[in-house]
Structure formats: structure tokens, C-alpha cells
């Protein structure tokens, strides 16, 4: 496979293990971009990409944005604070109005879970889904299965603890579908109470203890505990929550020798993870964060192209 | 010579560059021009180059190269992906050996750098790898075959990126015309005149277990 023939990116449930693979090597080719004195190349001159964010973000806007800019893109930020959004205006009318601007491609982030694909059916433009309520965040998992892979060299057959807050967690929901479709064992460890409904559905093991889960895992993803959505008695206290389902270096000993630990950020540290594993000789934490600038120029570069044939030497 | 009809997993006429028509079967059935049937589509296979006309090819221009450079003082060999890689290989290799010093070879991805990407669709090759700082070198570029000059356009703004060479030219194996960009090539294997409707194929023993060039009608 070489090019993506899809108008838009909503998750990676709908995406094919070939496709999920293209926009990882492309993302890997990209890594090299990075490290150049000047990181610009001029491919997406002239593209309009905005970013339209109902909810607060600081890593996955600022890399979409960077992508944008290395690759020559120029865009516009919107945000519910400061815009029209303010004043009543409808996501719909939001869409139509920057889209009569010229806007090539949408990153949208919203608090509704199918948001995205909601804006998809209105605009002509490309939509990269940034996190949709409790649905999916496809360019995290992205970025998570790239770091396993330059660190693992593949994904198929390993053993991938994603640890936390299930239900909340989008970034866990396109992890299990992604790595699942690239052949990893997906485990899955938290408390009872933050399992989705439908976890039986899902391809995963589920285990209630943190220690039998970590057992010969490879890779260990920490989610974040959304302390936002905390106030609902899903489990007594943080600090009963940081005893049983907190990664500490004592519990680590359990997984493989070179296990990856991994976490989306921003991190609560001292509840979900220690300090020093956090920042311990496992953690790949910070090279998520490049990862994810990588995977992100990947899918404008590949959502953006045209579709003919042409024929120069 | 009449049509001859091929076996199916030979022919594909819609296939636009890389042609599954060996010129060794060609060859074998003794054959200068050779008509290949897919469905309404007539499609004339011509050999133009074969092995040891492609080796004298490379072997004189990687004298000229040596010649024109005065040595390998500073001198590198780019090839542009994905065509060109092979040949800078082979000629990093020729000229180690006449000189006896080893010559870098580094191999550039150009596709962040193309003129069509409204008209084409995204492709991925793999990322460029220049294990040598470019500035201040002699950098001989290295493509296949010269034809409208756009690649060899984006090449040039690729390697700029990159640092600032000394001097930078232009090597190809076929120079086809029809060139868009005020572009010339330094080195040349072979002039071959071609009207836009023909294409021109290179066959490598590294890809495609064969040393020929082709033109196809």
C-alpha cells in the first residue's frame, strides 16, 4: 500500500492493518526531518489547515501545529474560548464558516464522542478526529504504536498492558484497536468501576490485579487518571487508587527485563506512576511526545495529496 | 512479426512505469521490437541497452566523474529515490575501484519536495539517508533517466536543505529530451530520443534481476 484513499482519519476501529502501517513508516521517514538544523520541507505550501479545539489541549495542538509548520502549512487556531463559539454559534455553522475561508483540513477536538465524524459529513475538507469525548483519539495511538516499533521493531506478538481509567479513556479505546490489528496481546488492568460497558467486545484481557497483569508484559501504557471526572465515586480515594493500580519500580520487576513504559500525558505523578519510573530507564515518555509530530506530518502529507497520475522524471 | 500473445502475469499494459516485460524473454525468443496483447491495448516492448552496454556506460562516466572532479577529493554519490539508489551504488563502486579510496553514498527522498502533489497521490518512499554532511562536498546527483528535469528541480531544492555542496552535478544513465526546466545533465550514459507517448524503463539486476533498458510503446 501506498497511498491512503480515505478523506478523513476518525479512528483507527475503521482502519485497516495496511493503512495503519503506511502512516507509521511514513511517520518513521519524517523522524529524520526532525533532526535537521532547518526542519522545513515545502511539500504542503499554499494548504489552509485549522485546528478547532472545544476542548483544553496543550501537546496534541501544539504538534499538529508544529507538523503543520514544518511542512510548510499555514494555520488557524480556534478555540471555544475568545471565537463565536462563544456567542452561540452552532459546530455546524462554526464548520461552513471556516470552510468558506478556504480551510483544507480540519483537527478537531470535542467533548461528544462522533463530533468529528460529525463535521466529516459537512465539509468537503479532510477531518483528523483529535479526541473525541470517549470515543477515540487515533494520532495518540498512532504516536504510541510508532514508539513501540522503534523500540521493539514490530508490534505483532507482544504482550501491551494499558493500565487506568478504561471508560474515560480514548486514547486506551484506539490503542486496543490498533495494536490488536497489528497482532499485539492487549491486556487491560483497572478498577472495576472505570471498565467500559462493553468491554466483553472489545479485544482484550481484562485482569483485576496489577501485578498478574504486569506478568512478562513488553510494553506497560499508563493512563492518565482524568481527576476532572473523579467526583463520581468511582473508586474511594486516590490514594487507595495509586496502592493497587499505581506503576511503581517494585511492581515494574514483573515485566519483561526491557519493558516500555509509556504514558499520554500530562501526568499525575505520584498517583498513576512514580516519579522515578516516570523518569527511570524505561520510560520513552518524551519520545512519544517527538512520535507524535512525526505521525501527525504523516497523515496531512498522506490526507492532502492529489489523486491523478502524473509522469515526471 | 505478428502480435504474439503473453501469459497473463506478464502483461500490463496500464501499468505505468514499472514493466513485468523482461528483456531476457524478450532476448531469448530473439526478438528487436515485441508486441504485448492486453485486451484493446497494443503495447510494443523495444530493448535499447543491454548488460555489458549498460556496464561500458558506467564504467566511462565514472572515469568522466573522476576526470571533471580531479580525483575524490570531497566527492559523493546522491541517488534519488527510489530509481536512482542502484545506480550511484554502482558508480560509488566503480570509482572506489579505479581509484582505490573508498567514495560515500548517500540515497534522497524527494517526494516532500515535488511540483505535482495536487495532481499525484501521496506516495511513501523511504526516508532520505545521507550519512555525510553535504556542505562543501562535490556532490554528484544520480538518476536514471532525464526527462522533463522536475525531479531532478526537487532533488536540487532537497539537497540544498541539507547544507550547502560545493559544487553539485548531474549524472543520468538516459537523457530522454523533452526536458521542462532550463536543466542539463553532466554526465550521460546514453542520448536517447523518445516522443512523449513511450516511456523509458530501467531494469536493474538489484530490482529487477536484469541489467536493460527499455523503451515501451
Redesign the interface.
Known sequence: MTQLRRKDVLGLQEMSKEEIQLILDTAESYKEILSRPVKKVPILRGKSICTLFYENSTRTRCSFELAAKIMSADTTAVSTAGSSIQKGESFKDTLLTLEAMGMDLFVIRHSASGAPHFAAKIVKSSVINAGDGMHEHPTQALLDMLTICQNKGQIAGLKVLIVGDIMHSRVARSNIWGLSKMGAEVRICGPRTLLPAEIDKLPVKVYDDLDRALDGVDVVNVLRIQLERMNKGFFPSIREYSTLFGINKARLRRAKSDVLVMHPGPMNRGIEITPDVADGEFAVITDQVTNGVAVRMALLYLLLGGSGHVDST | MGPVRLRRCFVNANV??DSTVNAAFLLTHGQEGFFVRDGAMSTQVTQVMDESEIRRALTRIAHEIIERNKGVQNLVIVGIQSRGVPMAQRLAKLISDIEGAQVPVGSL?V????D?????????????DIPFDVTDKRVVLV?E????G??TRAAL?ALM??GRPAVVQLAVLIDRGHR?LPIRADYVGKNLPTSRKE?VDVHWVETHGEDAVLIVK
Open positions: 505505468h512505469r527522498n517526494a516532500l519536495y515535488r505535482d502533489f495536487d495532481k499525484h497521490p501521496a506516495r511513501t518512499i523511504s526516508a532520505s538518476d533517466v532525464l526527462y522533463t522536475r525531479t531544492d536543505d541539507l521542462e516511456r
